[in-house]
């Protein structure tokens, strides 16, 4: 989705001669910035991920 968006701006730029810009964003209900002990690494998780325990996903019954 994220190439055909930009396609889709480049095109709107080039057919209709108007400046077009793409920005994206990633929600979460809460971030939590952690690092890896071995490499440094630091990276975004979810805070799902973050808990101690896993959280089993819910069951659409529908």
Avoid: K
């Amino acid at each position: 989705m994220q190439s055909l968006t930009f396609a889709g701006a480049a095109l709107v730029r080039d057919r209709f001669g108007v400046p077009a810009e793409v920005q994206f964003s990633a929600l979460d209900n809460a971030p939590a910035i952690v690092t890896d002990p071995e490499s440094g690494h630091r990276c975004q998780r979810a805070s799902a991920h973050t808990l101690a325990r896993p959280v089993p996903p819910t069951r659409s019954t529908g």
